[in-house]
């Protein structure tokens, strides 16, 4: 089926969205609504949106007017629909609504049409009822804002047909975006069956009192955990209505899947006394006070351990899983991009050890008796088999697989391997450096490879460590943090084969100490390389402190590091700090012919240089190496951390102690 023209029924916070990313990838809209100040509503608000690309300078007015050409703002729905090829629809979730739209929709329409609703939680099946040919609709669930999220869920119907989900599936990719594929009907698809519970949690643990304030659960979710923003936080602050939404899939929940699921006391609450967040001046947070940010600091999350309510959103994964829902890579992207997890919730659960995941639902369906808490029969098959994870090399995912980093061997005995963790800058945690140091382990091996490249993917080299892994404010943690990327990036060093750091993006902080324990640094124009740990309250502790002054001298290594100094290519090169430097549209052809090169030279030689090298200069390093894990225990628990981080997450400039 040839797409051409895109209906958009509703003009409103997800309407016009919708609307705006179908013009811009080449559609000829029409956005409905049931007068015509929503509909004008709409349309200014798209206009405002290209306008600022424009000015931002990524979009022409050229551009702006042919999008917004294509799209016709109309009441009239025979106009609308007449010669429509998608209708989505996009009002609010109420039955009976969209039921209705869709009644009238079918009557107007082309019988080729096929049918989106945009909803977040509603059956599909219920909806297309009014449908002679149910197998017509699709569930088409976009994330707000539209312009801005990625992700979007394909849900199948109970008479969806493959037909119209390939004609969705083109239109999704044809809008630049992702689509994961919900293949069961279940309340909340994928992405909102393990949000809303996991949200939930984090207001059941402020109702029971396992901690004193919505700060300390909000803390250990935004700093251990890593996501963007705490699970109260968010409902108080998010769109036009969260807590609303929340309060009403909650109950819809309890209706369809249990009454454990239904709203936590505190939220119902909230609800019924209209307090809604930062928008009515109360919600979880007290928001009366327009000067007060309520902001969440590192220190505030140190007294909950984030598994107390992570388990809640791996168990919906594991039971989405057992229904046959969707698959373990569909519910990780999800994660991923609908919810801003650092990692995909499977992921993360084979990293903490299932074990450990199933004995934490154990205990808290001991003391609460809810069922929520009953574990996953996945989970607890799996445990018994004893896949648990990562330490058992098996649980969700095997081992053998790499979640962080692409290797490849190449031409000429070269190999290459990618950071590969984008979506957050490719910064470092645990799971990664154990990723790195297996790829280290066979190109030692393999007499095959005489030259690896590491290399970053998307944008940047790397960002350096990801903050999570020191968040606790245990001394133990971060000590224990640097020790195993000291581990690392000595292997680097002590490889027998010589390793070519390509700096394709920003290299640093972790990112860049990474680059210095590699043989050579080659840079890209685009490039810049910064050590900003005392930005942040810390300082390198991956082996700047040592690595930097012998490559560039004590004095310049100070002043890159007090002064937290961004270096920009030819900067690089002056300092000595790269070995080249090259454009950015040639930069992986000119990597690969220094990497060919010394390929090409005699091994042993290689090798025994290295080796050479390297010892003779190593008495003072691995004492500096030392010390310099020992004082990150000291710099853990500080204020001036906590201050740092904090700051860093909330975009404000840091007001340091010294404390």
């Known amino acids: 089926m ?32 049931i007068n015509d100040e929503f509909v004008q509503r709409g349309y200014q608000r798209i206009k405002a949106d290209l306008e600022k690309r424009v000015k931002k300078g990524t979009m022409s007015e050229d551009q702006k007017n042919d999008i917004l050409g294509a799209i016709t703002p109309v009441v009239d729905p025979k106009e609308a629909l007449k ?76 008479k969806t047909s ?22 069961k009907d279940v309340p909340g698809f994928v992405v909102n069956r393990i949000f809303v519970p996991f949200a939930n949690e984090a207001a059941w643990v402020v109702h029971y009192k396992e901690v004193a304030s919505p700060f300390e659960v909000d803390g250990a979710v935004k700093y251990r955990l890593g996501l963007p923003m705490g699970m109260l936080e968010l409902l108080d602050t998010l769109g036009e209505g969260a807590i609303d939404v929340q309060y009403h899939v909650s109950n819809y929940f309890k209706d369809t899947i249990g009454a454990s699921w239904g709203p936590p006391p505190n939220l119902e609450e909230l609800f019924k006394a209209g307090s809604l967040g930062r928008k009515t001046g ?54 991923l991009l609908g919810l801003g997890f650092p990692r995909g919730i499977l992921r993360i659960a084979d990293d903490i050890g299932l074990d ?103 944008r940047n080299f790397c960002a350096g460590a990801d903050m999570v892994g020191f968040a606790s404010g245990i001394p133990g943690d971060l ?20 390793v070519i750091a390509a700096i394709n993006g920003p290299a640093m902080g972790g990112g860049l100490e990474l680059a210095l324990a590699c043989d050579m640094r080659i840079m890209s124009k685009k490039a810049f390389a910064q050590l900003s740990e005392v930005n942040l309250g810390l300082f390198p502790g991956w082996g700047g402190t040592q690595r930097l002054p012998r490559l560039i001298g004590m004095g310049r290594a100070k002043q890159v590091i007090f002064m937290a100094e961004k270096i920009d290519a030819e900067k690089a090169l002056a300092y000595g700090l790269v070995n080249f430097i090259a454009d950015a549209e040639g930069f992986d052809a000119f990597v690969q012919g220094i990497a060919e090169t010394i390929a090409k030279a005699s091994p042993l030689g290689i090798k025994m240089a290295k080796k050479v090298m390297y010892y003779g200069s190593q008495a003072d390093q691995r004492t500096g190496l030392f010390l310099e894990g020992i004082s990150a225990g000291d710099v853990c628990p500080s204020d001036d951390i906590s201050e740092g981080i904090t700051a860093f997450m909330n975009r404000r400039a840091p007001v340091y102690k010294g404390k």
């Open 282 to 335: 109360k919600g979880f947070y007290d928001w009366s006070d327009k000067t007060k940010k309520n902001e969440i600091s590192l220190k505030d999350g140190r007294s909950l351990d984030p598994l107390r309510v992570i388990v809640i959103a791996i168990n919906e994964a594991a039971n989405l899983l057992v229904d046959g829902v969707a698959t373990k890579q569909d519910i990780d992207t999800g994660t």
């Open 162 to 183: 493959e037909e119209s989900v390939k004609v969705i599936e083109d239109f999704a990719k044809k809008l630049k975006k992702t689509p994961i594929y919900v293949k």
């Open 479 to 498: 000590m224990a943090f640097c020790d195993r990327g000291h581990e690392v990036f000595t292997k680097i060093e002590t490889l027998s084969k010589p």
């Open 2 to 33: 040839s797409v051409k023209t895109v209906t958009v029924l509703g003009a409103g916070a997800m309407g016009h969205g919708i609307a705006q990313v179908s013009a811009m990838a080449g559609y000829k809209v029409f956005l409905r609504d």
């Open 356 to 458: 450990v995941v199933v004995g934490e639902l154990d205990r808290l369906y001991a003391k609460y008796k809810e069922d929520r808490y009953k574990a996953s029969s996945l989970l607890v098959e799996l445990v018994k088999e004893g896949k648990t994870g990562r330490k058992a090399r098996e649980g969700f995912y095997t081992f053998r697989e790499y979640e962080n980093i692409n290797f490849a061997i190449q031409e000429n005995m070269v190999a290459k391997l990618t950071l590969n963790r984008p979506q957050r800058a490719n910064a470092l945690n645990i799971a990664f450096l154990e990723e790195i140091t297996e790829v280290l382990n066979i190109v030692e091996r393999d007499p095959g490879i005489r030259c690896l490249i590491i290399t970053g993917a998307g």
């Open 83 to 158: 010669d429509a090829d998608i209708v989505v629809e996009a009002a609010p979730e109420i039955m009976k609504l969209k039921q209705d739209i869709f009644t009238e929709a079918a009557k107007l329409c082309p019988k080729k049409t096929v049918f989106a609703t945009n909803t977040s939680s509603l059956s599909i099946t219920e909806i297309a009822k009014v449908l002679d040919d149910p197998g017509r609709m699709v569930g088409l669930h976009f994330f707000n804002p539209p312009t801005r999220m990625q992700l979007v869920e394909i849900i199948y119907g109970g």
